[in-house]
């Protein structure tokens, strides 16, 4: 099944314990992306990758890392988690930036 | 900001009828995106409308497109309970940084019973 899995589905952590949430996608896409969605803000763009080695910034890269060592692979790090970074997080893929993307199933993360 | 903007930030209706959301956007787009959430869960792709077309169907869905105006519209014919759901539009960046993509904070859609 063609799918974005993201792990895990919940987080609770404390403030400072470096974390990662995985984001995995079979469909041979070019584009992932993670965001974070939260009361009345929307969906937020944190970074997005076009490519193996590719990534850039969204609108709040702030706090946040990412790596794209392989194309099916789009983990992110949070290295030193503050209580602002708590959010529900979403991972994306497209083929192509120019297609729909397939969302993962969230990340819900609580930083306390 | 390329964000789009949707309208109404919600909607209520009965089962059966006609549900309208309209997204407004800033820059020229290649093309608008629209998306469906439940409650909590992830996003689902609807339709794309690209900047060439003016209307796109998809069963019960209706999307129109008009760049003159920056606005795009999202029709759900004889709306089901089970559309109950937050609706997104999106728009990606054009060029070098096509990863951009700009959702609006979306439409709340009640269908009752």
């Known amino acids: 099944e063609a799918q974005v899995t993201q792990n895990p589905r919940y987080l609770i952590t404390v403030t400072g314990k470096k974390l990662t949430v995985t984001c995995s996608q079979n469909?041979?896409?070019?584009?992932m992306s993670w965001y974070r969605q939260d009361p009345g803000l929307g969906l937020r763009q944190i970074y997005y990758?076009?490519?193996?080695?590719?990534?850039d910034k969204g609108d709040v890269p702030e706090g946040y890392k990412v790596s794209r060592k392989e194309k099916r692979n789009f983990p992110l790090i949070l290295e030193s988690p503050s209580p602002n970074q708590t959010s529900l997080y979403f991972c994306?893929?497209?083929?192509?930036?120019?297609?729909?993307?397939?969302f993962g199933s969230g990340t819900r993360l609580t930083v306390v | 900001s390329q964000q789009g903007e949707e309208d109404p930030q919600a909607l209520s209706i009965q089962e059966g009828e006609n549900a309208t959301m309209n997204c407004s956007y800033k820059t020229s787009i290649n093309n608008l995106q629209w998306y469906r959430q439940n409650s909590g869960r992830g996003l689902v792709h609807l339709i794309l409308?690209?900047?060439?077309?003016r209307e796109k169907h998809s069963g019960r869905l209706r999307v129109t497109l008009d760049t003159s105006k920056k606005s795009s519209s999202l029709l759900i014919t004889a709306s089901r309970a089970a559309d109950t759901a937050s609706y997104f539009c999106?728009?990606?960046?054009?060029?070098?940084?096509?990863?951009?993509?700009?959702f609006g904070r979306g439409t709340q859609l009640t269908v009752w019973p």
């Open positions: 469909m041979n896409h070019e584009y």
């Open positions: 990758s076009m490519n193996v080695e590719v990534t």
């Open positions: 999106a728009s990606p960046d054009r060029g070098s940084t096509l990863g951009r993509l700009y």
């Open positions: 994306a893929s497209s083929l192509t930036g120019d297609y729909g993307y397939t």
């Open positions: 409308i690209r900047s060439n077309e």
